[in-house]
């Protein structure tokens, strides 16, 4: 079946990047997703990727899918403690979204 | 708040009790979903409602009762739960095409509940 996995944590310090690494099963996925959840919060869409694209950049963050491997990353350029959240990778296939675990990435000062 | 609100953000109730957990979307979508968040485990599908017609149920156990009124507002109706039910229930909304595919979802903060 569809699955995604994720590493549980990641901590960087302050100003450094950061990049959070997701697998997924579902070669048929149209659009991946990076949502961000923050405590006490519910998920907020920060950016996706569809899936003929290698790339896309968007301010800080630079998301790379690698279709052949069904690798994704987000990588979060001048990491700031603000970005300390959890996380998730999702891929969309039938009309529905899978979600992995979701990394907690932990901001040092 | 705006786009997707839940209510309540809290929750607690015995194992007997009846309760409902209300979300609201000002997006005009056409689909919305409730997924169950538990510490360390992936986000749970656990129910889709497309144009108000239940198209998904993911082996739910029937404590757990949807209802969705009109495209706007989704519920949640909980009766005789178990502690292992405690979690974070996310509600979310999304617009579906006829033509087919489904854009990105937006979700709601959330409900947090214990059942004791």
């Known amino acids: 079946g569809e699955d995604v996995e994720q590493s549980l944590f990641l901590s960087v310090r302050e100003g450094d990047s950061s990049v959070i690494n997701c697998t997924y099963t579902?070669?048929?996925?149209?659009?991946l997703y990076w949502y961000k959840q923050e405590p006490g919060a519910g998920l907020q869409l920060l950016t996706y990727?569809?899936?003929?694209?290698d790339m896309k950049q968007d301010q800080r963050l630079t998301v790379l899918l690698n279709k052949k491997d069904k690798h994704l990353s987000l990588r979060i350029a001048d990491t700031q403690t603000g970005d300390s959240a959890i996380y998730f990778c999702?891929?969309?296939?039938?009309?529905?979204?899978?979600f992995g675990q979701g990394t907690e990435l932990s901001v040092k000062p | 708040e705006t786009g997707v609100t839940q209510t309540p953000r809290h929750l607690v109730m015995g194992m007997t009790n009846k309760k409902s957990l209300k979300c609201e979307q000002h997006?005009?979508?056409?689909?919305m979903y409730w997924y169950k968040q538990s510490a360390k485990k992936p986000l749970e599908l656990m129910f889709v409602?497309?144009?108000?017609?239940?198209?998904e149920n993911n082996s739910v156990p029937s404590r757990f009762s949807p209802e969705c009124p009109n495209s706007s507002h989704l519920f949640l109706h909980l009766h005789t739960l178990q502690p292992e039910d405690s979690a974070l229930y996310l509600c979310?909304?999304?617009?579906?095409?006829?033509?087919?595919?489904?854009?990105?979802?937006?979700f709601g903060p959330g409900t947090r509940l214990t059942v004791l």
């Open positions: 990727i569809f899936s003929n694209m």
């Open positions: 579902d070669s048929s996925s149209t659009y």
């Open positions: 979310a909304s999304s617009q579906v095409h006829l033509a087919g595919g489904t854009d990105e979802q937006f």
């Open positions: 409602y497309n144009f108000k017609e239940q198209t």
């Open positions: 997006l005009g979508h056409n689909a």
């Open positions: 999702a891929e969309q296939g039938e009309g529905k979204l899978i």
